[in-house]
């Protein structure tokens, strides 16, 4: 597979957070704030949202015209009010970690199904990066993943 590299260390590290996450004390998940002013609970929210956004790119890459143009959601602080909005703060903590996991899961299926003839699709991320190919978004994932769970691995600490 095009991206195995890429679907098997976020596997992989969905595999070992799940229950690192679902065995955190409350106040752990619900009162240390990072640089962002964000919970743990708040940090898997984003998570599930960015896993969820970067799914439908994905799908819509291979079949609207490129560039495609999707909104960024990550843009101008949207992130913070899909979060808000959302309440992570107040979901139930093993939902959140079922769908944390499955969201990501569910993503891995789609990448390991992307039409090759595909890649160079480019989105329009309306941000100072330009036009994204759909190559780089995939790449590009497991970085957004990374950062995330260090952030979560600082709170825990």
């Not at 079949?63 to 909104?71: A, K, N």
């Not at 993503?107 to 890649?119: F, Q, R, Y």
């Not at 190559?135 to 769970?149: A, K, N, V």
Request: aromatic letters at 8%.
């Amino acid at each position: 597979m095009i991206f195995s590299s890429v679907t098997e260390a976020i596997h992989h590290m969905v595999s070992i957070w799940e229950n690192k996450l679902i065995q955190l004390p409350q106040t752990v998940i619900t009162e240390k704030q990072n640089s962002q002013n964000r919970t743990v609970k708040q940090i898997v929210g984003h998570m599930v949202d960015s896993a969820s956004n970067n799914t439908h790119r994905i799908i819509h890459m291979q079949y609207q015209q490129s560039p495609l143009i999707f909104p960024n959601y990550a843009s101008n602080g949207n992130n913070d009010r899909w979060i808000n909005i959302q309440n992570y703060q107040n979901e139930d903590w093993s939902n959140l970690v079922q769908l944390w996991k499955y969201s990501h899961l569910h993503w891995i299926h789609v990448v390991n199904n992307v039409n090759a003839n595909k890649l160079d699709c480019e989105w329009i991320s309306g941000s100072e990066e330009g036009n994204i190919k759909l190559r780089d978004m995939i790449t590009d994932f497991r970085r957004h993943f990374e950062l995330h769970i260090s952030q979560i691995e600082e709170l825990i600490n």
